[in-house]
């Protein structure tokens, strides 16, 4: 089933590639109200990120994944974006997860090219970065509900 702010995000992804001819298909989800839709056009695939931009704010996350990808961090490209929709195409990091690929034979490689991630995330030129505070002030939880 397919509810509002999915057709929404279909509409703009129509405007956004200038055609209707590709699917969508739930990619994963995470703790927030975020969403992730793998879409598929002509062989290539991309990640369509659904972020409620009354519950979610999108410019820490460009502002980051923009210094991440600067350093030479493997970070989603973002191809198109409207933080008024609270949409964002960005590139497929793919299907895989680290831990699926973990064996007694890949361990020291992939522990390695880990560690050589968090290098390049340490020596991050954060002085003078300037990322929009995130407020989640606005959201409560209902009255009935145990934390």
Not at 83 to 112: H, I, M, P, R
Request: with cysteine; glycine share 4%.
């Amino acid at each position: 089933m397919i509810d509002k702010r999915q057709q929404e995000l279909l509409k703009w992804l129509s405007e956004v590639l200038k055609t209707d001819g590709f699917t969508c298909e739930t990619a994963s989800s995470d703790a927030s109200f975020r969403r992730y839709f793998r879409v598929s056009l002509l062989g290539q695939t991309y990640i369509a990120m659904d972020a409620p931009p009354e519950k979610e704010d999108c410019t820490a996350f460009l502002a980051i994944t923009k210094l991440l990808r600067q350093q030479g961090v493997n970070a989603p490209k973002v191809f198109k974006q409207s933080l008024s929709k609270g949409f964002l195409l960005l590139s497929d990091l793919g299907k895989a997860c680290f831990l699926d690929k973990l064996t007694l034979e890949s361990v020291d490689n992939l522990y390695s090219q880990a560690v050589g991630v968090l290098h390049l995330v340490h020596e991050l030129p954060v002085l003078g970065l300037t990322i929009p505070a995130v407020s989640y002030t606005h959201l409560t939880l209902p009255t009935n509900s145990r934390v």
